[in-house]
């Protein structure tokens, strides 16, 4: 197994990102000496999160459909042109021994090149609902990694491995007291915390509707972790401003251990990545999908908990009416609490990214 070079192709997302650096780290841990690779895309943000980690970066001139605006979309051509000559390019120099895509915009014209060169392809499907280009993709694959039973409906069933999706160590080791979350972000020890997190770029809805519910919320005694991303921050810190330290905004939560073990409950999106977090912490959520995701997968990926008495769901059209409602349901039921708390930890796979990585090492055997 000496000179085994991978490839880690995706992004966009932190629910892409995240995943793909710990296979990184798990790989290196268990075949030390594993010569990595990421591909991303340029301006998105693994071209930041990335070399931060210690890995080296390439960046595809790629980008996707723009819904909102035709004019914008008269170079994609061009781009999913270049991108695939790149990647090309890319595998013929890097000579991976295999290629693991993990969604994002750089993961399909990656892993098509090496599965035209055969090289050998993993994907890491994070989502119950598996998108159009995965599917494509899966048709050739080595292994499939997911997260979610009953994914035969989109992939071939002898290729699909339930692995789970994998989380940042710090997650998956998580020990700190609710003491200690609490005490990090200057909170007072014995009132209920709530953590909102639209997801590593923030929300607009969330945001919006926090924002619409702040002062009603404020009047049940309780304090804020609130994650904008980078667009709603600024608006967001004036509004905290009201309430004397109460609430306490972040464009970007890095030490999100902290911030689970500060919450007695969350609010979230139902990103695959925030979904198996949240089951390693053992926190009662409610979840507001996005919509406008592809094919409404945080809806199918939300469910999937729900479904378990895991989980509440507020869809994102009603949240500024009934969110709150929701919210003052589980803070005040205890009985509720401590069930959705159990089913969560029943759910969670913390070795996820090993997993993953002693697949990527057996493909890579041939």
Known sequence: MSGLRVIIAGGGTGGHIFPAIAIGHALQRLQPGTELLFVGAIGKMEMEKVPQEGFEIIGLDIAGLNRGSILKNISLPYKLLKSRMQAQAIVKQFKPSAIVGVGGYASFPVLHAGQMMNVPTLIQEQNSFAGKSNKILGKRAKAICVAYENMEQFFPKAKIILTGNPVRKSISEMSKT????????????????????????????????????????????????????????????????????????????????YAYAAADI????????????????????????????????????????????????????????????????????????????ANLKTMAIKDADERIARKVMEIALG
């Open 178 to 257: 609710s003491q200690e979350g609490k005490r990090f972000f200057g909170l007072t020890n014995d009132v209920k915390t709530i953590l909102v997190v639209g997801g590593s770029q923030g929300a607009r809805s969330v945001n919006e509707s926090i924002h619409h519910l702040l002062g009603e919320l404020m009047t049940e005694n309780v304090q804020l972790i609130w994650q904008t991303g980078k667009h709603y921050y600024e608006h967001a810190v004036k509004q905290a401003e009201k309430y004397n330290g109460r609430v306490k905004v972040y464009e970007f939560i890095r030490e999100m251990d």
């Open 266 to 341: 969350v609010v979230s999106r139902a990103g695959a990545l925030a979904i198996a977090e949240l089951c390693i912490a053992g926190k009662p959520v409610i979840f507001v999908p996005l919509p406008s995701a592809a094919e409404d997968h945080q809806t199918s990926n939300a469910m999937a908990l729900v479904s378990h008495d895991a989980a509440l769901l507020v869809k994102d059209s009603e949240a500024k009416v009934e969110l709150l409602k929701k919210i003052k349901t589980v803070l005040y039921d205890n009985a509720m609490q401590q069930t959705m708390a």
